[in-house]
């Protein structure tokens, strides 16, 4: 007889709740697993005085930082993707992140002036990398990188090739928002700015990554309006358009997190555009004015679960 029993285990670790779910009861297997994650969570991690992204910042102007050669081939890969002309991803946001507070106690709209000066200190092109001594080095005094957007897809995919290695054929993990699969499972996905249950709708993938970006996961309102945890390093205040939400579907949940960014800084119709010319990675956009886009309706298995929603086709 199979067993199609699901257990459930569950941590708070990187400030965020963590689910592990596997298809036999193995406390061992789940306690490993989120010890790697803490393990990660310890090298890449900005919200403690030490790490060694913080090496990195805390020699800012001063000197480069040898790292070990995971953390910089995840800053090399962040480094590349900041570097894409127009890109709303940016490694170095970190002095805007900390002066924004977003998420954080002590949160308020910054001057407009403070921003100003913060945003000349998040010249992706102002980490300097190299790859013979595996180090970092930051040019000016105050430089501060952030790994916040890709820490957790890289860490997931982490988890996924240790559960491959244990010979685990079906498991999903998921880093508050960041969801990876071994095997089939139907995945919810979550209706902004409503109670932590609704669903919007649910989409079934097969050993894929699932991430979400969505201004409804952080963010605090002041003057009648809502300031949410992305972004746009261009202007220095949060990306400021149609989408509230952008689900990346892939195969490594690392592309998965650097393209939620992207693609909310491109928007619908540039980010449907941009995904013509790449066949691994889907995306489902999620509007202010309830539209769901699918960038790939034969591609993607979704089914909606909100009639408040209408689901439209990214061809159409
Ligand atoms: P995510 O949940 O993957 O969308 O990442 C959001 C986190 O990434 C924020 O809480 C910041 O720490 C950081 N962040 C915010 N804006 C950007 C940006 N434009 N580029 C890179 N990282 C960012
Ligand atoms: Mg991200």
Redesign the pocket.
Known sequence: MSDNRVYSYSAVLMGSPILLKLCSHDEAMASRVFQLIKRYEDLLTVNRAESQVMDINHAAGRHPVTVSRPVFQLIQCAKAASMVRDS????A?GPL?KLWRI?FHGHSVPDAADIRARLALTRPQEVILDETTCSVFLQQPGMEL?L??IA?GYIADRVRDYLRQQQVEKALINLG?NVHTLGEWAIGLKKPFADAQALIGSLTVNGQSVVT?GTY??YFEQDGKRWH?????RSGYPLDNELDSVTVISTDSLDG?IW??LLFGLGVEKGCAALRQRQDIDAIFVTKNRDIILSSPQRLRFAPLDSGYQVIDCTA
């Open positions: 709303a991803f940016n490694l946001i992140v998420g952030d916040g957007a957790k928002g970006s996961e952080r945890h992305i972004l746009d390093p997190d939620t960014t």
